[in-house]
């Protein structure tokens, strides 16, 4: 989200060099545990006048690039960001002086406009707009606080007086499903200050344990479990450096965005609605911005060589964030901190399109991948008021490319004071008149309206294969919910197995990094959560040697391969669960401990990034694992023993 005009971000450099501390975290109260629905039972009247939102059935899902509801129909993200109830005060003087708020405007910690227009009115708005999705942000802060919202902040909807602020973000849910919105939440801060800078919100655990910051997400997805058009959840905004280090992606430690993300995810799909798509946002930044110093907005590009495999296989939309002013290595500051890079809006229409490719819509073009999914642009704007050539050109261009690329997309504001915030594209004015994008005046229509009209698909969209890595690098990594189900199947040992639906298909010969697939099959097991734990060679048949002077874990008859373990460097164990059919095809043994081997044009991408790796055809089923005991010798998988489905 912008804080001004010029500047995104509290440079980094800045901070240190000041030696801010984080801001303090904020004392948190019991969570409010009212229903998932508004709990004072109000019944929204849907927005008279209004453009009637594209018809939609929940639950939404994935099927490669694309979101698609329930129906299996194209479901485009045409979103914007009604922010408010995740904090606006700047982090210094009096909460209850407006000019210590973003742009003069005191949120009191729920969505903004509350105080000036009546919810029915400020639908009917957004219909006009023509968007039918809303990102909904909130911080830790708000689901704990148990204060009541001050009556001046409410004024216009009187019936919403006396309620929390989580008790009020209730009611806005409810009023945006009912009118058929579809709503995804955002857990933007911890706190209730205005992101986003070196302000105690950098990450999702700067003032409060992952463990805390994951049961919220469970409690707010149980929350709204019975409301089928809260269709998502994005689990934290802009993850960035605080003063004394980076977030990191696969490390294993504290700061592990990409864990944590996977932890949360898993999380909110088995314990509480397995029905949410699981927004995943980049990392926003890492390293100090110096001239000559590493720095830089890494965004999606480490999912190229480590994705996300969530338990529901059809769940995980990636996002990134775009802002003419910062740049693939401009953290945006003007001044104190700023660097020489080139901004986005530095860059030429071409430039900036490849950028945009390059840090983001890599995932959702290159199809047949492991990290392969529909990107969400879930923040981007620009000020009605902005008149730099250079600033309103980017606008044009990066529109132009979300047209042009049938890109989904959220832009950030979507209501504002008039007379404070002109990057909103509706403001109110204390009497309710409304102001901004809708208005012939504002200069941003040209480029929102082709936006909104350009052609795009729609209609059904047929399935597609899946493909999902596995990774060992720091512990299990069991994304099989039927499996979880049996308890540890190999204790001390480091284990994997596909999501529900998939097989395994390919390994990586250090045994850390596994491809899994539903190609040609679909859902291949049997009915029941039978499964077989292989640490031998007791399944092999007697002149059935596919590996000599190898150890070969190979599956029973009739089963296949899901799951395998190591501990540390050496193989352990298969696991292998039965068909629903007949599985009776020939063999061949692929080998991979000397080089890749892996079929032409193999789909999956590299999903053991600088390891050998072996890779059944898409016609084929894994049924075992041979690796080498020799002292001195790498002990992971060397070869697979892959058989045709028929």
Excluded at 131 to 154: C, G, K, Q, W, Y
Excluded at 186 to 199: A, L, P, Q
Excluded at 360 to 380: K, L, R
Aim: with cysteine; hydrophobic share 35%; aromatic share 10%.
């Amino acid at each position: 989200m912008p804080t001004l005009r010029f500047g995104k971000y509290l440079t980094l450099a800045t901070a240190a060099l000041l030696l801010l501390a984080a801001a303090p975290g904020a004392v948190a109260a019991t969570a409010d545990p009212a229903a998932t629905a508004d709990p004072a039972g109000t019944a929204w009247t849907t927005s008279a006048g209004a453009q009637a939102t594209e018809a939609w059935q929940p639950p939404l899902s994935t099927r490669g690039r694309y979101v698609v509801d329930a129906d299996g129909n194209r479901f485009r993200l045409k979103s914007a960001n009604w922010d408010g109830a995740q904090g606006s005060w700047n982090g210094s003087g009096s909460t209850a002086d407006p000019a210590n708020h973003h742009a003069g405007q005191n949120s009191y910690g729920i969505p903004l406009g509350l105080d000036r227009v009546p919810l029915p009115q400020l639908l009917g708005d957004f219909h006009r707009l023509g968007i039918n999705s809303i990102r909904l942000p909130f911080s830790n802060e708000m689901i704990h606080t148990t204060t009541p919202v001050p009556d001046v902040a409410l004024t216009a909807n009187p019936g919403l007086r006396g309620r929390t602020p989580l008790q009020v973000y209730d009611a806005v849910v409810a009023a945006l499903t009912q009118d058929g919105f579809a709503v995804i939440l955002n857990n933007h801060t911890n706190t209730s200050r205005w992101c986003c800078g070196v302000d105690g919100n950098e990450r999702w655990n700067s003032g409060q344990s992952t463990q805390q910051w994951a049961d919220d997400w469970v409690f707010m997805a149980r929350r709204y479990a019975s409301d089928p058009r809260v269709a998502g959840a994005d689990l934290y905004n802009e993850v960035r450096r605080d003063v004394l280090d980076d977030p990191n992606w696969g490390l294993g430690d504290a700061h592990d965005w990409y864990a944590a993300a996977q932890l949360a995810a898993d999380r909110i799909l088995a314990e509480a609605n397995p029905d949410l798509l699981i927004v995943i946002e980049g990392i926003n930044w890492t390293g100090l911005p110096v001239d000559g110093l590493p720095h830089g907005r890494p965004t999606l590009t480490p999912a190229r060589t480590l994705s996300h495999t969530l338990v529901a296989t059809h769940k995980l939309v990636y996002s990134a964030h775009f802002y003419g002013y910062t740049g693939p290595n401009h953290s945006g500051a003007t001044g104190i901190g700023e660097t020489h890079d080139a901004r986005y809006q530095d860059l030429t229409r071409d430039q900036l399109h490849q950028v945009l490719n390059d840090q983001a819509f890599f995932v959702s073009s290159e199809g047949n991948q492991h990290f392969t999914a529909p990107v969400w642009i879930s923040e981007f704007g620009i000020g009605a008021g902005e008149t730099g050539a250079a600033a309103r050109t980017w606008f044009g261009n990066i529109t132009d490319y979300f047209a042009d690329h049938d890109a989904d997309f959220a832009y950030w504001p979507l209501v504002g004071w008039e007379g404070h915030d002109d990057w909103s594209l509706l403001r109110y004015d204390t009497s309710g008149n409304r102001y901004g994008i809708l208005d012939q005046a504002d200069w941003r229509a040209t480029a929102w309206n082709r936006l909104m009209t350009a052609p795009t698909r729609t209609g059904s969209v047929a399935a597609v294969p899946s493909w999902r890595m596995l990774a060992t690098d720091h512990g299990d990594y069991v994304q099989s919910l039927r499996v979880r189900a049996n308890g540890d199947w190999n204790s001390g040992a480091s284990k994997a197995a596909c999501p529900d639906g998939q097989r395994l298909i390919g390994l990586g010969h250090s045994g850390v990094r596994g491809l899994c697939t539903d190609v040609s099959t679909g859902d291949l097991r049997a009915a029941g959560n039978t499964q077989t734990v292989v640490p031998d060679e007791r399944h092999v048949p007697a002149g059935g040697d596919w590996a000599s002077g190898y150890t070969k874990l190979q599956c029973p008859a009739g089963n296949f391969l899901i799951g395998y373990s190591r501990r540390g460097g050496r193989t352990s164990a298969a696991l292998c669960v039965p068909a629903g059919h007949s599985l009776a095809g020939a063999g061949r043994t692929v080998w991979f401990d000397r080089s890749d081997n892996r079929p032409s044009g193999a789909a999956g991408g590299d999903f053991a990034n600088g390891d050998y790796k072996g890779q059944c055809a898409d016609d084929e089923y894994a049924a075992g694992i041979a690796f080498t005991t020799r002292l001195g010798a790498n002990q992971g998988p060397a070869a697979l023993l892959c058989r045709k489905l028929t």
